[in-house]
């Protein structure tokens, strides 16, 4: 158990490094920036690990219930503080936190990285929609508004994003 829990500190130490001054920066949102750093090689055997653990303490919860409770909670906190002011709840976080999952989990069974890495990009443009984000960036409008900045539309790299 200790090893599982180990493993997944690693994965969550390296996530959390990631900045959404980096994010805005790129002109990319966090779950995107999730993504890429998910399916760096250097990572991608860990999480490769931590999913195979997962599914082997699911199926017996009798010994392994503490590493499952706190592998949904960190994860959601950790999703839940990356989403925009307004989008930011336990729900959001639960969705985004399933569909990544569920990504992963077909990533790991077919190896098509692109049909993935293309359906991330799909959902991350429904939730923008969803929220109103068409034309800007959540990322860009949370790390101004926390600096005290007014946000500026991201309209023409939204377009560029899509274009591709």
């Not at 499952?68 to 503080?81: A, N, R």
């Not at 925009?84 to 336990?90: D, G, H, L, Q, T």
């Not at 069974?109 to 991330?120: N, P, Q, V």
């Not at 990322?139 to 926390?146: C, F, L, P, R």
Request: glycine share 4%.
């Amino acid at each position: 158990m200790e090893v599982m829990i180990a493993v997944q500190a690693r994965l969550r130490n390296s996530l959390t490094s990631i900045s959404l001054a980096d994010a805005a920066a790129r002109q990319i949102s966090p779950m995107k920036l999730f993504w890429n750093w998910a399916i760096k090689k250097s990572n991608f055997p860990y999480l490769r690990l931590l999913y195979e653990m997962h599914f082997i303490a699911i199926q017996n919860r009798a010994v392994y219930q503490r590493f499952l409770d706190h592998t949904s909670f960190s994860w959601l906190e950790i999703i839940e503080g990356y989403l925009p002011v307004e989008m930011r709840s336990k729900t959001v976080a639960t969705l985004c936190g399933a569909v990544f999952e569920g990504l992963v989990i077909e990533l790991l069974s077919t190896e098509d990285i692109d049909r993935t890495t293309k359906a991330l990009d799909h959902f991350i443009e429904m939730l923008r929609h969803e929220w109103g984000h068409v034309k800007e960036n959540p990322v860009k409008k949370k790390t101004a508004q926390s600096a005290g900045k007014p946000a500026k539309s991201a309209a023409k790299s939204s377009k560029r994003r899509t274009a591709d």
